[in-house]
């Protein structure tokens, strides 16, 4: 009898992987790094390109033959829905947090290919993909000298590279307000806003985010990425 039960429990386990694996490879959209969707785009004939990122954002620089629609303006749907839903629509943004969104959105509204780059165009540029320049004016970055004078202290130094439309930027906000209280005097907290300093994020290799770097002495000693904790960026400053 227990072997029995085992092997259904298998049989269905089975099963379920299948109808899973199945759902996941059914085209409507995939996920590409940066090399392959490039290779896709050019495999298309008049392939629509969508950068949901701010029209800012956009006219810094954005991906030859692309179309902006800002995924957090009020008329993103409205003007989304009048591509053709029959055709694959590439998309991305910045780092690919609103570009995985605004696929979502789409494949749940009809469009049936929907291919998102992944690490949005940090991770194009990181690959030395060519970006268009844009038409706006270009904000003064930092400069390397600039910030290794910023970082170069007497106690470590933590830098959290960030952007005001991340979400798990913000979450992570007040915890380094926390962090730099409890701590003051030990340690020193550097905020880099890399849409405005998007020369010195490339030149640091910041390709995601967020992203902590530990600097001592005004060198590099660690890096994290992503969501962490206030223990886990101790562990790193000492």
């Known amino acids: 009898m227990h072997d029995m039960v085992n092997k259904i429990n298998h049989l269905f386990f089975a099963a379920f992987t299948f109808f899973v694996a199945a759902c996941n490879n059914s085209g409507s959209g995939q996920q590409l790094d940066a090399k392959a969707f490039s290779e896709k785009i050019h495999g298309e004939n008049n392939p629509v390109i969508l950068d949901v990122r701010t029209p800012e954002e956009f006219s810094g620089g954005y991906i030859a033959g ?17 591509l053709d839903k029959d ?3 590439f998309v991305y943004c ?26 949005g165009i940090l991770k194009w540029k990181a690959a030395g993909l060519n970006v268009t ?37 913000r979450k992570m906000s007040p915890m380094l307000e926390e962090l730099s209280k409890e701590n003051e005097g030990k340690i020193k907290v550097v905020k880099i806003n890399i849409d405005e300093h998007k020369q010195l994020a490339e030149e640091m290799g ?31 400053l000492f």
């Open 66 to 82: 692309a179309i902006n629609i800002n995924y957090n303006s009020d008329e993103f749907s409205q003007k989304a829905g009048k």
């Open 133 to 169: 320049p844009g038409s706006g004016a270009v904000k003064a970055s930092m400069s390397v000298a600039e910030f290794k004078k910023l970082v170069t202290a007497d106690v470590p130094v933590l830098v959290d590279f960030y952007a005001p439309w991340c979400a798990p930027c």
């Open 87 to 89: 055709e694959p629509v």
């Open 206 to 236: 910041v390709t995601e985010i967020p992203i902590f770097t530990v600097n001592k002495n005004g060198n590099e000693t660690a890096r994290v990425k992503g969501l962490q904790t206030k223990e886990e960026l101790l562990k790193i």
């Open 94 to 119: 910045l780092s690919g947090g609103r570009s995985s969104s605004a696929a979502n959105e789409m494949r749940n509204s009809g469009f049936k290919n929907v291919i998102e780059l992944k690490g």
